[in-house]
């Protein structure tokens, strides 16, 4: 797998978190990440937003240390940025990325993901 990443710029705190460049963004690594319920309740929960979403509005049933660990692979595997504002981390949907790597996909994934939870009550 590619290991050049773009970089953000240093909060004032100096976190950075690395991103995968819209040109290193796999198709399996995208697969691997929506293929987990508790990243794709996230993944949803994003595309139904217009903006960024703290760390803290998603309500998983996991420990902490689990949530954190699924946040990281949707962002290594390029589905979500995320940056930090203030002591917050804040989330966002590449959707623009993925649209164009992988036009349709997001949203037929977000249309099954949507028909799978009527079916089953969730």
């Known amino acids: 797998?590619?290991?050049?990443t773009t970089t953000p710029e240093a909060t004032p705190q100096g976190r950075l978190l690395e991103h995968p460049d819209t040109a290193d963004i796999r198709l399996e690594a995208v697969l691997h990440a929506l293929?987990?319920?508790?990243?794709?309740?996230?993944v949803r929960t994003l595309a139904e937003e217009p903006g960024e979403l703290s760390c803290s509005v998603f309500d998983l049933p996991v420990s902490k240390s689990t949530s954190t660990h699924h946040?990281?692979?949707?962002?290594?595997?390029?589905v979500i940025n995320q940056v930090y504002r203030g002591t917050a981390k804040m989330n966002a949907?590449?959707?623009?990325?993925l649209d164009t790597l992988f036009p349709g996909l997001l949203d037929s994934v977000l249309r099954a993901a949507a028909r799978q939870a009527g079916r089953l009550g969730g």
């Open 35 to 42: 293929s987990d319920p508790m990243r794709l309740k996230v």
């Open 93 to 97: 949907l590449r959707r623009a990325d």
């Open 71 to 78: 946040f990281r692979v949707l962002r290594e595997s390029g």
């Open 1 to 4: 797998m590619p290991t050049r």
